[in-house]
């Protein structure tokens, strides 16, 4: 870092290091959600705050609801970067190729217009779980998560108009944030981290389509991880480096391939990117198959019970897994969800909205907290306090005018999960694993 920054600048990154990191959230576009107290903007995405300090989030109802997402603030950079290099006034197909734990895919999300596609893909299988359960909460209908290696995703060649990549690395610019990875840094680690990425990096040019948009990442400092690399890419696949238009009070320093973030220049964390455009040529012509390898049609005399539960508008088609499970998907993206299908092994598709026991629709929380859950459903606002049992599985006394059977629990407008209202008790939905643990009863609420 001496070396990269020189004598006097490097007395300033080592400052910053020492001091505390910056909080920030993103809030969920489809929701009108303000951040409480004081906040500031960040200047590169128009949903994205500073905090003046980090609030206990497990006690907040709407970070469960899905209402934003608690994300580093240089991350939230991607926004200005796909605003200034993709057209999204197109349907997009979009893949992020290293995707958990969520955070570039749900930015993309909101950024995408109907009839778009999003991959949010994480090849460490112990990851999917947390990347599934933060896009479940964001609610988007038009998603496939995957759990794909490099080899799977290169087979879906030329597919992709937009491939982000933010890819593994030594994570030199994490360290104030995570002490852990100094411990764990090394040259040697940096030379791995290195032909890792360019292994990575070598699918997403494969999966890419022509004319199409690959985002390259790192929250990494070194030269070798970041300028070589984006450099590798140019001279060995021909891609264009792309430039972007950035103000200079942003501080945010420009280098030979890329885009630098210092934490003594800007309020966020360590982070490199580059933009490249893959020069034109001919585009992929998948075939789609018939039909979905282990998904069924769900029977039709099932589609009306299924569908009142959903809002009114886009067009849906309804499957089964073979365990029950209902999903549905855009009707507008069955083509690109059955090629898909036939590449990829691990992957879960649409929304699941629930399943049968025997004539009764059980629904799921992921319904609950979809765009496609029906705004004309039975619904109860809950105080705070009850957000917060609720949210803890727990029970608690209900207004005896509530509405009976299945009901959105919510919390100031934002869905929080099911609850079934009977004469006598309510029963609480909310999955087991999705439960707050802390123990809530001494803490200021």
């Known amino acids: 870092m001496l070396e990269l920054l020189g004598p006097e600048e490097y007395v300033s990154f080592l400052a910053a ?3 505390p990191p910056p909080v920030s959230i993103r809030l969920k576009a489809s929701v009108a959600y303000t951040p409480v107290g004081p906040a500031e903007r960040i200047p590169w995405h128009p ?8 609030p206990v989030f497990t006690l907040d109802p709407a970070f469960h609801a899905g209402a934003y997402y608690v994300q580093e603030a240089s991350s939230m950079f991607l926004y200005e970067v796909l605003k200034q290099s993709v057209d999204f006034s197109n ?17 993309v999300a909101d950024m995408l217009r109907p009839g778009s596609l999003l991959v949010a893909n994480e090849v460490i299988r112990p990851r999917v779980g947390i990347l599934r359960e933060n896009m479940e909460k964001w609610g988007a209908p038009s998603l496939a998560v995957t759990s794909a290696g490099v080899e799977e995703l290169a087979a879906v060649e030329n597919w992709f108009d937009v491939v982000v990549c933010d890819a593994p690395c030594s994570g030199e610019g994490l360290f104030r944030k995570d002490p852990e990875a100094i411990h764990e840094w090394s040259p040697a680690g940096v030379e791995l981290c290195s032909g890792r990425q360019r292994r990575i990096l070598a699918a997403a040019v494969e999966a890419l389509a022509p004319g199409g948009i690959l985002v390259f990442s790192t929250c990494t400092f070194n030269r ?8 590798w890419l140019v001279q060995t696949f021909g891609l264009e480096a792309v430039g972007l238009k950035i103000p200079p009070e942003w501080g945010i320093r420009e280098s ?3 885009y630098r973030f210092f934490p003594h220049c800007v309020r966020g964390e360590g982070f490199f990117l580059a933009v490249f455009r893959k020069k034109e040529g001919v585009p992929a012509r998948q075939q789609a198959p018939a039909a979905f390898r282990s998904l069924k049609t769900l029977p039709k005399n099932l589609v009306p019970e299924v569908g009142r539960w959903l809002s009114a508008g886009e067009e849906l088609h309804f499957f089964q897994t073979p365990s029950g499970e209902v999903l549905v998907l855009p009707a507008s993206l069955e083509n690109e969800y059955l090629i898909l299908d036939k590449h990829l092994k691990n992957k879960w ?3 699941n909205i629930g399943e049968f026991k025997g004539k009764d629709f059980i629904p799921s929380h992921a319904l609950a907290l979809s765009r496609l859950v029906s705004p004309a459903l039975p619904a109860l606002e809950l105080s705070r306090e009850q957000a917060l049992l609720f949210l803890k599985k ?3 006394d209900i207004a005896p005018d509530a509405p009976r059977g299945w009901t959105l629990a919510r919390f100031e407008g934002l869905n929080l999960g099911w609850m079934k209202v009977l004469p006598n008790r309510m029963n609480n939905y909310l999955p087991a694993e999705r439960r707050i643990r802390m123990d809530i009863r001494y803490r200021e609420l």
Do not use: M, Q
Not at 47 to 54: I, K, N, T
């Open 17 to 19: 290091l020492n001091a």
């Open 47 to 54: 949903s994205g705050w500073y905090l003046p300090e980090r």
């Open 91 to 107: 349907r997009l197909k979009v893949l992020d190729l290293c995707a958990a734990p969520g955070g570039k895919s749900t930015l």
């Open 224 to 231: 070798r991880e970041n300028e070589e690399n984006a450099a």
């Open 256 to 258: 030979e391939g890329g």
């Open 349 to 351: 598709f649409g929304t």
């Open 394 to 396: 727990e029970t608690f």
